[in-house]
């Protein structure tokens, strides 16, 4: 079955140090990867689509990348605003739906 | 606001009882997904709708969850004779199906079940 791993699995970030997420996937046919951003009692918000290896998508201080294996969650001098759990999801020939556990981002001030 | 709507956002109910929930998903979405969160995990897929058609069931937890898109706009999802381990949040997401690419899914904020 396909599956999506997310790491790590918390992140303590002081404001304005860099950092990078991380989600490696293993899926037949790969039709889309998705970043979304989840705040504590609410759904998850769609961030980014990504649809094939080296493809890049940038929104202010987040930038994803994709290769054949992995996507990266690149977050440039983060905010408090920021801290929030980002998933990870992929979508298959199956048209279904793969969600990672996510990463629990906490940026302090 | 022309997000997806799920109601209600909370229900509170005893063990053995029958609950039902509501999804309104964007209106010019085709496809309409249900998922089960618990805490510290991602989004379980349950069950997905292209228009009035329910495409994919065999994740749907038990022979007690049942979801029904009878117009191909709102949806609804029955749990019956509820357990403890049903309490989780129940998310509702929509998408635009094209012929070459999954778009991506936008997702109400969910109702939380919470079972005596």
């Known amino acids: 079955e396909d599956q999506v791993t997310q790491s790590p699995e918390a992140l303590r970030l002081q404001e304005g140090e860099s950092s990078s997420l991380n989600c490696s996937y293993t899926v037949s046919g790969l039709r889309g990867l998705f970043w979304y951003r989840q705040d504590p009692g609410k759904g998850p918000e769609f961030l980014f689509t990504?649809?094939?290896a080296g493809e890049e998508k940038e929104k202010e201080r987040l930038k994803a990348t994709l290769t054949k294996k992995e996507s990266f969650l690149h977050i440039t001098a983060p905010k408090p605003e920021d801290s929030a759990t980002y998933l990870c999801a992929v979508t298959d020939t199956g048209n279904q739906f793969y969600f990672g556990t996510g990463t629990s981002l906490t940026v302090i001030p | 606001d022309t997000g997806v709507s799920q109601d209600p956002r909370h229900k509170i109910t005893k063990r053995g009882q029958n609950v039902t929930f509501r999804c309104d998903p964007i209106s010019e979405h085709n496809r309409l997904y249900w998922y089960r969160q618990t805490l510290g995990q991602g989004p379980e897929f349950l069950t997905y709708?292209?228009?009035?058609?329910?495409?994919?069931k065999s994740r749907l937890l038990s022979d007690r969850f049942s979801a029904e898109r009878p117009k191909g706009s709102f949806s609804t999802l029955e749990i019956q004779r509820t357990e403890q381990g049903d309490s989780a949040m129940y998310l509702c997401?929509?998408?635009?199906?094209?012929?070459?690419?999954?778009?991506?899914?936008?997702f109400g904020d969910g109702t939380r079940l919470s079972i005596l």
């Open positions: 709708f292209q228009n009035e058609a329910q495409l994919e």
């Open positions: 990504l649809y094939s």
């Open positions: 997401a929509s998408s635009l199906r094209t012929p070459y690419s999954n778009q991506p899914q936008h």
